[in-house]
């Protein structure tokens, strides 16, 4: 073979002698001894652990920031109904940082409202900034401050993040209202309902946001009760389920999650226990003052079941029974004489009430008492023409 030079007169190159077979044999077989042993495939797991471990790493933190940048996070609240719920929410709110609108059907429950919300921050305040009174008027002041009311609800949620509803225990009076709002809200708002009994998607099919529907159920009084349970409907969406779980925290509560079931986690179990010591004082088996001081020496419960009774008040009571078909969960409240509020009316007392609540009928003059003791059912009612 001539070499590129030849033509110009160039020699020839010699041929190129190839490596001593030895010397490649040896590298072959140390390459394939290597490739054999333990060390190589060791080497060969670790990295693809690594590569796998980086690429589950990057395609979390991708998916991580793209659903927290799909998250509403709430800065503005309207709150509907200024009555102790609504008051209390609109409170705690406020006190975290929320710009807030409370609304309400008057301006004298809204200004009721605002001074209850006063006296309320300045108990918080003295024990909050017990040795600096000037940082807790400050703070009064700040809270206060953040939040505004109105009496038309449709005027301030085209530019709010959040409705929460703490009104009457009426479906068709809050179907009414979010039928109303969905039209006026901003399309990223959520709508959440406090109710305590009433099925969220029955509330929420009034609306045309499902999906940015849900239940929040926070508990009296709201500045002290830590817990809040976040209700999914079948239809809330993931988006806004997060949300809610994340406006939750910076309240400072406990979330807690449940799916849209009668009386949601709480009332599903304290319904029947208070039901059950009705029954037992019904029956004459133990005095009411006996039932409460055995759940509170023997149980470490706080409260009695009578005494939470009086607490929980009797027409909240009454709206959880009748909200859901408690009857077909749980039998044996079937027998509860004194809570079924239907046609007769029966009505179980316990604390002496001078404003009866607007639910019962015009036509009837219902008389409250006290609880009697040689009663032997706690039940009495009195119907009027």
Not at 288 to 313: C, Q, R, W
Not at 336 to 364: A, I, M, R
Request: net charge positive.
């Amino acid at each position: 073979m001539m070499s590129l030079n030849a033509g110009a007169g160039g020699t020839e190159a010699p041929p190129r002698s190839p490596p001593p077979r030895g010397h490649l044999t040896a590298s072959a077989r140390a390459a394939a001894n290597f490739a054999r042993s333990y060390r190589c495939r060791r080497l060969c797991v670790c990295s693809m652990a690594f590569v796998t471990r980086q690429l589950v790493r990057s395609v979390s933190s991708s998916s991580t920031a793209s659903a927290s940048a799909k998250k509403i996070i709430v800065k503005h609240v309207t709150v509907i109904g200024g009555g102790l719920m609504g008051a209390g929410i609109a409170q705690v709110a406020a006190a975290t940082g929320h710009t807030v609108v409370l609304v309400d059907q008057t301006e004298d429950i809204l200004a009721k409202s605002k001074k209850g919300i006063e006296e309320s921050l300045r108990k918080v305040a003295k024990k909050k900034f017990a040795e600096n009174p000037k940082a807790g008027d400050e703070f009064v002041e700040k809270t206060l401050s953040s939040i505004s009311t109105s009496t038309d609800p449709a005027s301030v949620v085209h530019s709010t993040d959040l409705v929460v509803e703490a009104i009457v225990e009426n479906l068709k009076v809050k179907n009414e209202l979010f039928k109303r709002l969905d039209k006026f809200a901003s399309e990223h708002t959520i709508f959440v309902s406090n109710t305590s009994s009433l099925q969220i998607t029955n509330i929420a099919n009034a609306t045309m946001r499902q999906d940015r529907f849900a239940g929040l159920h926070f508990f009296n009084p709201v500045p002290m009760m830590k817990l809040v349970e976040v209700i999914k409907t079948p239809m809330t969406s993931q988006k806004t389920y997060e949300s809610l779980i994340d406006f939750t925290k910076a309240l400072g509560k406990h979330p807690v999650s449940c799916k849209d079931t009668p009386g949601f986690i709480v009332n599903r179990l304290l319904v029947p226990y208070l039901m059950e010591a009705v029954r037992l004082y019904e029956r004459g088996d133990a005095s009411k003052e006996d039932i409460d001081t055995s759940m509170k020496l023997g149980a470490g419960y706080p409260m009695g079941p009578f005494e939470l009774l009086d607490y929980v008040g009797l027409d909240t009571v009454k709206f959880i029974l009748d909200g859901r078909n408690w009857t077909s969960l749980l039998s044996f409240c079937n027998a509860v004489e004194v809570v079924s509020f239907d046609c007769e009316l029966q009505c179980l007392f316990t604390t002496v009430t001078s404003d009866l609540p607007e639910f019962f009928p015009t036509n009837l003059k219902i008389q409250v008492k006290r609880w009697q003791e040689k009663e032997k059912c706690a039940c009495q009612h009195l119907l009027t023409g």
